[in-house]
């Protein structure tokens, strides 16, 4: 059974930092391309950061040069660092697994999300 479980959301003042952790199980990392993706209120989900399985990244440009993705292929771990947050950052996040195989076609896997609030 696959899992993945994000942690470390919460409450942050505008301009403070959080660091999103998200531990899969289930799954080999090294396999999957990872990201974050996070919706707020009345929005659609939209992707934040990606990471390849080869590591080169993406981001959505509202977090260029304020978050970065990174992972932990043998602790089958995936990790946001946000800095300077904005109020428009506060959404649930979500970690994502996902990956096309010659063998077992494509796989997509979601974690149940983490709140992130930004209020004064």
């Known amino acids: 059974q696959v899992q993945l479980v994000e942690s470390g959301g919460g409450l942050v003042q505008p301009g403070g930092s959080l660091r999103l952790s998200c531990a899969g199980s289930g799954i080999i990392f090294s396999s999957y391309d990872l990201g974050w993706y996070r919706q707020a209120p009345g929005e659609q989900r939209e992707l934040v950061a990606m990471?390849?399985?080869?590591?080169?990244?993406k981001y959505v440009d509202s977090v260029k040069g304020r978050f970065t993705i990174s992972r932990d292929n043998p602790k089958n771990m995936v990790y946001l660092q946000m800095k300077n947050l904005k109020l428009e950052d506060a959404a649930v996040y979500y970690c994502?697994?996902?990956?096309?195989?010659?063998?077992?076609?494509?796989?997509?896997?979601w974690g149940q999300g983490t709140q992130v609030t930004v209020s004064s």
């Open positions: 994502h697994a996902g990956g096309l195989f010659v063998m077992g076609g494509r796989h997509d896997f």
């Open positions: 990471m390849s399985k080869g590591g080169s990244t």
